[in-house]
């Protein structure tokens, strides 16, 4: 079935460094790739949505500036934390939408980001 | 009012309970519903979805959809200590292309 690999797992990194997270699907292409970030207890709040080959569009209240994101190919996306703070620590989770007539999407493992 | 409600639990219940997990919404366009399972530090996996209303059955998890009442159910029975997870549900109108999650129902089946 339609499989993406997200990478890395777990990160630790200092205050103002930048941290990328990569994306990629593994036996299909995602044209679209949606991101997520998830705090304890809450939904699944969507940041952003990127299309292979175009800008990414951001929910409001995202800074675009702060949480790049490129989806050069067919295969992999990427998102990258600027200048990371400790209030950026999260759980950050990519997903594809699955094949048609399936509406459901297929889930990265999620990347759990620590910023100190 | 969030387009979403889902009660984030904890719900715990002996193994071989059947379990029913539920969340309401306002969004009368919502057309397609989806479950998804969601362990531990690991990304959410789909278990179920269904279009408009009525049941759907895949071995253990049945799913209902009421869209006259904006209410829709997972059901699992025989319940396994492994169905021990958060489930979240989700729902996207039929032309839209964002869809809105639950904040999830964390559930502990007990061995």
């Known amino acids: 079935g339609a499989v993406v690999s997200q990478h890395p797992s777990r990160v630790i990194c200092k205050s103002g460094t930048s941290v990328k997270i990569e994306c990629r699907s593994l036996?299909?292409?995602?044209?679209?790739m949606f991101w997520y970030r998830q705090f304890p207890k809450k939904s699944l709040m969507l940041m952003a949505t990127s299309n292979e080959g175009s800008k990414a569009t951001y929910e409001q209240g995202v800074e675009k500036d702060k949480f790049l994101i490129n989806h050069a190919s067919l295969t992999l996306s990427t998102l990258t934390v600027t200048s990371a703070h400790p209030e950026d620590s999260s759980f950050y989770i990519c997903?594809?939408?699955?094949?048609?007539?399936?509406?459901?999407?297929?889930f990265g493992s999620g990347t759990r980001l620590t910023v100190v | 009012q969030k387009e979403v409600e889902q009660d984030p639990g904890p719900l715990s219940v002996p193994e071989g309970a059947i379990v029913s997990l539920n969340c309401t919404y306002s969004n009368s366009a919502f057309q397609y519903f989806m479950w998804y399972r969601q362990y531990s530090r690991k990304g959410p996996e789909l278990l179920m979805y269904?279009?408009?209303?009525g049941n759907k059955e895949d071995g253990r998890f049945t799913a209902q959809v009421d869209k006259s009442s904006k209410y829709i159910s997972l059901f699992i029975r025989d319940s396994q200590p492994s169905d021990s997870a958060t489930y979240l549900c989700?729902?996207?109108?039929?032309?839209?292309?964002?869809?809105?999650f639950g904040a999830g129902t964390r559930l502990f089946v007990k061995a």
């Open positions: 036996d299909f292409q995602a044209t679209t």
């Open positions: 989700a729902m996207r109108s039929a032309g839209g292309f964002k869809t809105i």
């Open positions: 269904t279009y408009s209303s």
């Open positions: 997903s594809a939408p699955l094949a048609r007539g399936n509406y459901g999407y297929t």
